[in-house]
């Protein structure tokens, strides 16, 4: 099952360029957090409301991955340390649990979603996509072969 | 075919906010709500969610000049144009029940007022990746219909000679042309 994470955090005051320029400085850290479907970072800012003066900057994370949010977690926060070393209050990706107790008190909860493959996980879509590759290539290669040559050929590898 | 992250923000007053929290009770139990939504296959994910008080954590001191706001994050196969297209298209009303009382929101009806407001209100995505950024939302629905579809050819074929295989095999092929 396909849970989701979205962190709103704000930035320390005058960080903003410089989390956005450790967000270009990433090198896919995603791919090196398993379980992760997908997801963003940005630095953002709301709209003020009227006569209100000017708002802060935000750091969202927002995220889809399999099993356990603590888990990932862990595994997202090394990867994405120097981004988020420009948050308030960030603990550092060292103590877990600290990592956790922070991310959980600025986490959003998505109240309505839709997902396109809910009930797969990121391995199990990637076998998937693989097979159907396969299983068009031997759909290709034996058509019109006689039965035996099929049987031959099989399994589609 | 790449996909196209989006991120909206969208200042709503607080009654506004409250309806929208007891809507969505109801609102994912009703397939009248969820499936024309569910319908749009390009979808890879579309999530909201309200921003109650900036920032959540409540130790934080607060920012009082920040909106309370819904928040939509998506991400889909092909250009926002399509997308936003397909929304004023497919699920008008089901927009109006989220965003008809937001700040300066138009209404879902036509394409260009509702255009004009999601790129006033778009946020830009300064990175975004994809675990299977070859595949759209459609393939990946059908590799997984076509890998359950095949787990039940397999057995049935183990060991089979010739002329059984090809038969299955045919069949195989017939019942699962529109995935391949």
């Known amino acids: 099952m396909t849970a989701a994470f979205i962190l709103m955090a704000p930035l320390r005051g005058g960080e903003e360029d410089n989390a956005r320029a450790a967000i270009a400085a990433l090198n896919e850290p995603f791919a090196r957090v398993p379980g992760t479907h997908l997801a963003r970072l940005q630095v953002l800012r709301p709209p003020p409301r009227r006569f209100r003066g000017r708002t802060r900057y935000y750091l969202l994370l927002a995220a889809d991955h399999d099993g356990a949010l603590d888990e990932w977690l862990a595994a997202a926060a090394r990867e994405l340390d120097p981004v988020l070393a420009h948050c308030a209050f960030w603990p550092g990706a060292d103590d877990v649990d600290e990592v956790v107790r922070w991310a959980k008190a600025r986490q959003l909860h998505s109240g309505f979603w839709i997902v396109g493959a809910p009930d797969a996980t990121v391995e199990e879509v990637g076998e998937a996509l693989a097979l159907r590759a396969r299983l068009t290539r031997f759909a290709a290669e034996t058509a019109g072969l006689s039965d035996d040559d099929l049987h031959a050929r099989w399994p589609p590898r | 075919m790449r996909a196209t992250p989006l991120t909206i923000l969208s200042p709503i007053p607080w009654w506004w906010a409250c309806w929208i929290r007891f809507s969505w009770l109801f609102a994912r139990y009703i397939p009248m709500v969820t499936r024309p939504l569910r319908e749009l296959s390009f979808i890879h994910f579309a999530r909201w969610s309200i921003i109650w008080r900036w ?126």
Do not use: C
């Open chain 2, 55 to 180: 920032p959540a954590d409540r130790q934080t001191r607060r920012d009082r000049a920040a909106p309370r706001s819904l928040l939509f994050l998506t991400s889909f196969d092909g250009s926002d144009i399509q997308y936003i297209e397909a929304f004023v298209r497919v699920v008008p009303k089901q927009i109006n029940g989220l965003y008809l009382f937001a700040t300066d929101f138009p209404g879902a009806r036509r394409f260009e007022p509702i255009n004009r407001y999601i790129d006033d209100h778009s946020h830009p995505v300064d990175h975004f990746w994809l675990a299977h950024p070859e595949a759209s939302t459609t393939m990946v629905q059908q590799a997984l219909a076509l890998r359950d579809a095949f787990a039940k050819l397999e057995p049935s074929v183990d060991g089979a000679d010739a002329q059984t295989l090809a038969r299955e095999w045919q069949r195989f092929l017939t019942r699962t042309q529109g995935l391949l």
